[in-house]
C-alpha cells in the first residue's frame, strides 16, 4: 500500500525547511486570531457551550494536517454546518442540555465514520451531482437563516424557529421586550465591522501599509470588537443590566469523549449526519481547489474526504462538533502565507492556549458581539445576483435554484438540501435522457459536417447522418429509438443512416439493446445502420458482442470517410 497516497504529510514533511516554518507559523498567528472569535459564536449558532468550539478547532487541524491534501485549508466550525447541526438536534433535545451536546458529538463522529468510508472507496465524484445553482440558493437561504436567527442576540430577546417564517414570527413576538444595552453593544459591534469591511483597508493603506498587511488585518478586525465589547462588559457590568455573556467557559485541553451508543439516536441523526457531511465536503473541495489553482496546486477529493473525515472524528472524540473547511479562515491563511497544512497544527496550538489562559476573560464576552461577528461572516453567503444570473442563462436551473432557496427558508435546511440533490439529480437525468442531436452535412469543399439547421452545406437525398452528442445509457436509449424512427418516416427515399458518434463516450447494456433494435428496423425498412467516430474504448466494448456482426452497414473512422463511401463523391465535389 503507498503510505504517501493515504499519508500526504509524508509528500511534504521531508522537504519542510526553515523558510516554511516561519511562513507557517506567522499565518498560524493570524488565522488563530481569527478563530478563536468564529469558534466561539458558531458554537453559539449551532446552540453549544462556548468551549465546544473551542475544542472542535484543536485537534481536528492537527490531524487534517496529518491527513489532509489541501495546503491551505484551515478546518473548524462554520456557519452553514452549524446551522445545519442546531436544526438536527432540536427535535431531539433541549440546547444547552447533556443530551444536546452528545448529540453534536455524535453526528460528528457519524459525519466523520460517513466521509472516511467514502474516501476510502473513493467517492469524491458524488460532490458534481450537486450543481452549483442548488449549492448556491442552499448557502444563500442558510445565510438568510443564519442572519435571521442572531437577531434574538442582538437585541437581547427570547425567540426560537429553525426557519425564516418560525423565527420571524418568534422575534417579533418578542420585539418589545429588547433589552438596550444589549442592542447597544450589539449595534455597535456590527456598525464597526461594517465599517472595517468597507473602509479599514483603505485607511490602513493611506496610513502607509502594505496592501497584503491592510487585508489581513482587515479581516481579523472581529478579535477587535470581541476585545473592546469584553472590556466594557466588564468594566460596566453589563451582565447586571441584562445583557447576556458567554458565562463561564471550563479551562483546559479537551479530554477524550465516547460517542453514544444508543441505536435509535444513531438511526435519529443518520439522515442529518449524512446532509452535513455531502454539505460540508462540497464547501471545503470548492474552497480547497480554488486556493490550490492559484499556486499551481491540487488536491485529491478522494482523499479529502478521508482528511475530513478523520477531522470529524477527532473533533467528537474531543467533544467538539461538525467541522469542516471554512472560507474566511482558508483565504487568510492563504493571504498570510501558509505554505502547509503545518500552519493548521501551529494554529490548532494556538487555540489550545487560549482554552488554557484566555478562558476567563471570554466568560465576559457579549453573545450580542458574536451574533454581530455571525451577520456580517455570513453576509458574504447571501449573493442575491446569482438569482439573475442563473435565469437569464437557464430556467430549469433557476426552478431548481428557487426551490432550494424556498424551500430552506419556509421548511428547515434538511428540506432545502434534499431537494436540491433531488433536484440536481433529476435535472442531470432530465437533460441527458432527451440527448442533443443533430442531422449533419457536409460543409462544402471541405471534410467538415455541420447541423443543417444552423449552416448551408450539402445533402444526400438517400444518405442522413445523425450526429448523437451524448454518451448512451439507460435514460436516453428509448429516445434515440424514437429519434431514428420519426428520421425514417420523414425520409421515404434514405438508403443508409449514419450516426455520428464522437460525443459517445460510453454506451451501456440497455442503449447496446437499443442500438441492435434501430438495426433490426432498419433493415426491416431496408436502410443500412452505419457508425462513424466511434471512440476507441467504446469501441472496445462493442467488439465483445454480437452487435457488429449483425450491423446491416460500416464501421467508419471519420464521418467524411462514410460521406465519400457512400454518396461516391469526392473532397472537390
Excluded at 87 to 98: H, Q
Excluded at 190 to 216: H, M, N, T, V, Y
Excluded at 433 to 462: I, M, Q, Y
Excluded at 546 to 555: K, P, T
Aim: glycine share 8%; proline share 5%; aromatic share 8%.
Amino acid at each position: 500500500m503507498n503510505l504517501k497516497r493515504y499519508l500526504p504529510i509524508l509528500q511534504w514533511a521531508p522537504q519542510y525547511h526553515r523558510g516554511q516554518v516561519t511562513s507557517d507559523l506567522i499565518a498560524a498567528v493570524i488565522v488563530t486570531v481569527m478563530l478563536i472569535p468564529q469558534s466561539l459564536a458558531y458554537a453559539l449558532l449551532a446552540g453549544l457551550p462556548a468551549q465546544v468550539g473551542l475544542y472542535a478547532s484543536i485537534l481536528p487541524l492537527v490531524v487534517y494536517a496529518v491527513f489532509g491534501t489541501s495546503r491551505t485549508l484551515s478546518v473548524g466550525p462554520v456557519a452553514v454546518v452549524s446551522l445545519m447541526t442546531a436544526a438536527a438536534l432540536a427535535p431531539l433535545a433541549e440546547v444547552g442540555t447533556a443530551e444536546y451536546i452528545a448529540g453534536a458529538i455524535l453526528i460528528a463522529v457519524m459525519s466523520g465514520l460517513m466521509l472516511t468510508v467514502m474516501g476510502l472507496l473513493k467517492l469524491g465524484f458524488m460532490a458534481n451531482f450537486l450543481s452549483h445553482p442548488v449549492i448556491s440558493g442552499f448557502i444563500t437561504a442558510s445565510g438568510i437563516v443564519i442572519a435571521a436567527s442572531q437577531l434574538k442576540h442582538l437585541f437581547g430577546v427570547q425567540s426560537s424557529g429553525h426557519n425564516l417564517l418560525d423565527i420571524g414570527a418568534s422575534f417579533l413576538t418578542s420585539l418589545p421586550s429588547t433589552n438596550v444595552p444589549t442592542l447597544f453593544v450589539g449595534l455597535g459591534a456590527l456598525l464597526f465591522l461594517l465599517w472595517s469591511r468597507r473602509f479599514l483597508k483603505p485607511l490602513l493603506k493611506r496610513l502607509g501599509l502594505a496592501e497584503r498587511s491592510a487585508d489581513i488585518f482587515t479581516k481579523t478586525a472581529p478579535i477587535l470588537a470581541v476585545l473592546l465589547t469584553t472590556l466594557l462588559a466588564w468594566l460596566l457590568r453589563l451582565d447586571e443590566q441584562g445583557v447576556r455573556l458567554v458565562g463561564a467557559v471550563p479551562s483546559g485541553l479537551p479530554v477524550f469523549t465516547m460517542p453514544s451508543l444508543e441505536p435509535s439516536l444513531w438511526s435519529q441523526l443518520a439522515v442529518s449526519a449524512l446532509l452535513i457531511s455531502v454539505v460540508g465536503f462540497v464547501e471545503s473541495v470548492s474552497v480547497g481547489q480554488t486556493l490550490a489553482a492559484k499556486r499551481r496546486q491540487r488536491i485529491d477529493p478522494d482523499q479529502e474526504l478521508i482528511g475530513l473525515g478523520t477531522a470529524n472524528l477527532s473533533s467528537g472524540l474531543s467533544g467538539g462538533m461538525p467541522v469542516t473547511g471554512g472560507f474566511s479562515r482558508s483565504v487568510v491563511n492563504f493571504d498570510a502565507g501558509a505554505e502547509t497544512p503545518a500552519a493548521g497544527a501551529y494554529a490548532a496550538v494556538g487555540i489550545a492556549l487560549a482554552t488554557l489562559f484566555l478562558t476567563p476573560a471570554i466568560a465576559w464576552l457579549p453573545q450580542a458581539t458574536l451574533a454581530a461577528t455571525i451577520i456580517v461572516a455570513v453576509a458574504t453567503l447571501i449573493d442575491f445576483p446569482a438569482l439573475g444570473r442563473t435565469f437569464r442563462y437557464s430556467r430549469t436551473d433557476f426552478g431548481a435554484m428557487l426551490a432550494t432557496i424556498v424551500l430552506t427558508l419556509i421548511h428547515s435546511v434538511e428540506a432545502g438540501i434534499i431537494a436540491g440533490v433531488l433536484l440536481s439529480i433529476g435535472l442531470f437525468l432530465y437533460r441527458t435522457s432527451r440527448p442533443h442531436s443533430a442531422v449533419v452535412g457536409r460543409v462544402p469543399g471541405t471534410e467538415h459536417f455541420r447541423n443543417v439547421l444552423r449552416h448551408d452545406v450539402e445533402l444526400c437525398p438517400k444518405v442522413t447522418f445523425l450526429r448523437v452528442d451524448e454518451s448512451l445509457y439507460f435514460a436516453n436509449a428509448r429516445f434515440l429509438e424514437e429519434r431514428v424512427m420519426d428520421l425514417i418516416t420523414r425520409e421515404p427515399e434514405l438508403t443508409d443512416l449514419v450516426l455520428v458518434c464522437p460525443a459517445v463516450n460510453l454506451v451501456d447494456a440497455s442503449a447496446l439493446e437499443s442500438l441492435e433494435t434501430i438495426n433490426d428496423r432498419l433493415q426491416d425498412a431496408g436502410v443500412r445502420l452505419h457508425l462513424s467516430e466511434v471512440k476507441g474504448p467504446v469501441m472496445d466494448r462493442l467488439k465483445g458482442t454480437e452487435f457488429l456482426h449483425h450491423l446491416g452497414g460500416e464501421v467508419y473512422l471519420s464521418t467524411f470517410e462514410a460521406w465519400r463511401s457512400l454518396t461516391g463523391k469526392t473532397l472537390l465535389e
